[in-house]
């Protein structure tokens, strides 16, 4: 007889919970919406460019940051923000294991607000599972209508809150339902409708469970000292197992004389699990550290007057009587390696010239013999003007005495903020017939105001091939 590979989901209610981690989630999630939704409409003034705080300028190659504006030059600072992303979520889940998953992570805000939106329409897990197990009739109809239209709301407003970063909010959202807005707009908003609706309405721990490649690799980062969601089972079970309160097994002094754990029973811990897991049966890769059943299982202990901690954020070490180490070579080594690329990455930023420049000597010809006896360079010098201010910029040639520096029509180079110019160069030069095949030479570039430094860039000048 053979054996199936494949089983269905099986749907998960999770029952509604009080407490301080889901008073913690709920602040996170209020926070980061409020960020993602309301970001694009902030406003923030500049001496030239868009008004708006955030916005990523495609079109232009620009991408405003308050006031910091990202060239495609600034590449790099993106490898940078990427190097401390990976490192931190490395040096937390070392600590206190997942707790971006249960927490930050964009799946898991968005599901709870789907499951948000799922009880105030449909009501609490009671009211779910019977809606569920109901025929299908009018109440059954409307009221998992209203839940599917009010999660494609909430995926069509992400999707279009997402697309508002790459334009003027105020005149792409006249221009998205005007049906005026690029065809680009309706297709990224429609992909992230569709994938939000998907992944937080439809699929929601199964993403965790089975897409998401951190759930695989998490257990790597973890060691006996990393805080964990974990089930003290030594006092929840005791010698003689759990068992539910009963007229001999009411108090805590009962049940301890009786040999019986902490742990009455309840399942509210597993009622309350957005991944549907019992925590009682130890770490899985399904747990996201959301700690919903700490808010649970210490809610049953208030009630029964026993001590909360039943279930708690400890460690294996923890657990076995140990010491937690905190401050371990992992750790410190994660820590440094953060604190290094923060600090490499806030001094580039900070030293960022105000004039990006380059220097590209013409190789077709290389060189250009002159009736005089003198002989041509020519060079493409590429511009760019980093700053918020006019620039008048002057170029000349320095390093090599006597070498002089055509500009041929150009008067003078006057670049806007943020404009880009490319300015042809021609250096001539008289050179004696013992000279080596090349020289060393420099162009010096200086804003005729003084607004920024002297910039230098060295190049060669051809004489022979």
């Known amino acids: 007889m053979s054996q199936s590979l494949f089983e269905a989901r099986v749907p998960i209610h999770p029952r509604s919970v009080s407490g301080r981690f889901r008073n913690l989630k709920t602040g996170i999630l209020l926070l980061a919406y409020g960020v993602f939704f309301l970001l694009p409409w902030l406003r923030w003034e500049r001496e030239t460019g868009p008004s708006q705080a955030v916005l990523f300028d495609i079109p232009h190659r620009q991408f405003y940051l308050f006031d910091l504006v990202v060239f495609p030059q600034d590449i ?9 992303a ?8 070392g600590l206190a294991g997942r707790v971006f998953c249960g927490y930050f992570c964009f799946q898991t805000l968005w599901t709870d607000v789907y499951m948000f939106l799922e009880r105030r329409i449909q009501g609490e897990r009671p009211a779910r599972l019977r809606l569920a197990k109901q025929p299908w009739n009018a109440e059954k109809i409307l009221k998992l209508g209203a839940t599917h239209a009010a999660w494609l709301l909430v995926a069509f407003a992400t999707g279009l809150g997402f697309v508002l970063y790459w334009g003027d909010a105020p005149s792409l959202v006249v221009a998205f339902f005007s049906g005026e807005a690029p065809n680009a707009a309706y297709i990224t908003a429609g992909l992230l409708t569709l994938t939000t609706y998907t992944f937080a309405g439809l699929a929601r721990e199964q993403v965790c469970t089975y897409m998401c490649p951190y759930a695989r690799f998490q257990a790597v980062m973890f060691d006996r000292d990393t805080l964990i969601v ?13 068992a539910k309160p009963s007229r001999d097994l009411k108090t805590r002094e009962q049940r301890q004389q009786a040999g019986v754990g902490d742990c009455i029973d309840c399942g509210y811990c597993v009622q309350v699990c957005p991944t549907g897991i019992d925590i009682r049966d130890g770490l899985q890769i399904q747990c996201i550290h959301c700690a919903l059943c700490i808010d649970a299982c210490d809610q049953i202990m208030d009630k029964q007057g026993w001590p909360r901690g039943l279930i708690r954020y400890t460690s294996e070490s923890a657990l076995e009587g140990k010491k937690t180490r905190f401050l371990k070579l992992k750790t410190v080594g994660y820590g440094a390696a953060i604190l290094v690329v923060t600090a490499l990455l806030a001094l580039s930023i900070a030293n960022r010239p105000d004039l990006d420049a380059s220097v590209s000597q013409v190789r077709q010809p290389l060189f250009v013999q002159m009736a ?14 980093k700053t918020q201010h006019q620039l008048d910029l002057e170029i000349d040639v320095v390093g090599l005495e006597g070498a002089t520096l055509d500009l041929g029509r150009v008067e003078e180079i006057v670049l806007d903020p943020s404009q880009r110019s490319t300015v042809l160069a021609r250096v001539r030069y008289d050179a004696g017939p013992d000279a080596p095949p090349r020289l060393p030479i420099g162009f010096e570039i200086r804003d005729r105001e003084g607004l920024m430094d002297p910039l230098r860039i060295d190049s060669q000048l051809s004489l022979r091939p």
């Open 230 to 242: 974990s089930y003290d089972r030594e006092r929840g079970e005791g010698s003689a197992g759990r």
């Open 76 to 84: 790099f600072w993106l490898a940078g923000l990427l190097m401390i």
């Open 86 to 93: 990976a490192l931190l979520l490395f040096f937390v889940t």
């Open 372 to 385: 005089d006896g003198s002989t041509q360079n020519s060079y493409e010098i590429a511009l760019n003007n």
